[in-house]
């Protein structure tokens, strides 16, 4: 794995906004052309392997918290246990997810899984892709993820309730509004009925107890790109439980359990010494160098980096009401005082691609930069 100082294509902007790709700065620059990583294809193979060993690990976990009862490590509502725990049993269909690892001298570290509503998903299957055509067609990307959501979703047709399958996400938002149009894009692509409804216009039908759209349409499938935990505190959320649809959610509640960093903790009690895995604890049971996280929590908000028992890096938020988990420090590989993350996907069950978030700190928040990659 190799850093490449490059020159960014001329009117990049213009390129990427022709792929609908509106978001690629703010203050700070999103998107990131003036650099790219380089893998061989036997890293590639090491991150492939890593993101199927922690999918089955993932799941194996699911089924631990589930026969344990281990929800109050997880602040989930009690309401909304049976309801998890049918979603799970009946095997409610889940489309993907992002890991998030720390590749370095030879090693790939789980740091978290981005289960429920994981974003980057456009960058990494379309922007990235098309940069590479331009940079140097005759190279390879780890970067299957568009074939595998139109494939994947083309299998899930049959198992999905009769009627449409409608996309939300909250309106005057770019960013998902993007990723969850790409998803549906991709939905469309694989023979399914579609519909946009922004998760704000959603209505409740008393009379029935089914959720409607603006059109008074019944909603029987649902994708959301809008977090679980926050459906599952709010009085319109708890509509779910008396849906008399029993409308298929995407992802499915059982998702809960695994976007909640607590999942950190029983990942390590279960598989101790994995060599995926860093030890992680919900107390801090001595450790020096360790990373304090909100079990629930996003962009890197209410982050702490503590080394030889001082913190060398802190984030602020509004999150950490629900509990932290202690994960052992393990350092984000350094190019000049860039940091990289890999968000490896997995898709229809399968490893499907990545995306790197880079950043001028350990902390990777909403002001670090996609940064693309090629396989040399």
Not at 21 to 26: L, N, Q
Not at 272 to 278: A, C, D, G, T
Request: glycine letters at 6%; a negative charge; one cysteine or more.
């Amino acid at each position: 794995m190799n850093r490449i100082n490059t020159t960014p294509r001329n009117h990049w902007q213009s390129a990427v906004e022709k792929l609908g790709f509106g978001f690629h700065t703010s203050d700070v620059p999103y998107w990131d052309e003036s650099a790219y990583y380089t893998f061989t294809s036997g890293e590639i193979d090491q991150l492939e392997k890593a993101t199927t060993a922690l999918w089955e690990m993932c799941l194996e976990a699911v089924q631990h918290v589930i026969d344990n009862k281990l929800y109050p490590k997880f602040h989930i509502p009690q309401e909304f246990i049976p309801y998890i725990e049918k979603t799970w049993n009946d095997d409610h269909p889940a489309i993907y997810g992002r890991f998030d690892l720390c590749f370095k001298n030879g090693q790939v570290k789980l740091l978290e899984f981005n289960a429920d509503t994981p974003t980057s998903l456009y960058e990494a299957g379309i922007v990235q892709w098309f940069w590479l055509q331009d940079f140097d067609k005759s190279k390879d990307q780890f970067n299957s993820i568009h074939e595998k959501l139109i494939a994947y979703w083309k299998y899930l047709k049959v198992y999905l309730n009769p009627g449409k399958l409608h996309f939300t996400c909250l309106k005057e938002t770019l960013e998902d509004l993007t990723n969850n149009e790409y998803m549906r894009d991709c939905a469309i692509q694989g023979g399914l009925d579609t519909k946009l409804v922004f998760i704000d216009d959603i209505g409740w039908e008393a009379e029935t107890s089914q959720f409607v759209d603006m059109e008074n349409e019944s909603i029987t499938n649902i994708f959301k790109l809008y977090p679980w935990e926050w459906l599952a505190n709010e009085s319109f959320g708890k509509n779910i439980l008396a849906d008399s649809n029993q409308a298929f959610w995407i992802e499915p509640a059982w998702k809960m359990i695994l976007s909640n960093k607590a999942i950190l903790p029983v990942l390590w009690e279960l598989f101790p010494n994995n060599e995926y895995l860093l030890p992680a604890y919900f107390e801090n049971n001595g450790m020096k160098d360790y990373v304090k996280k909100p079990i629930l929590s996003r962009e890197g908000a209410n982050i702490e980096v503590v080394k030889h028992y001082g913190t060398i890096e802190k984030s602020d938020g509004e999150y950490g009401e629900e509990g932290f988990i202690y994960q052992e420090l393990f350092e984000l590989p350094d190019f000049d005082d860039n940091f990289p993350v890999i968000g490896s996907w997995v898709i229809g069950q399968e490893p499907a691609g990545m995306g790197i978030r880079e950043a001028k700190s350990l902390i990777t928040d909403n002001k670090s930069r996609f940064i693309p990659h090629l396989i040399v």
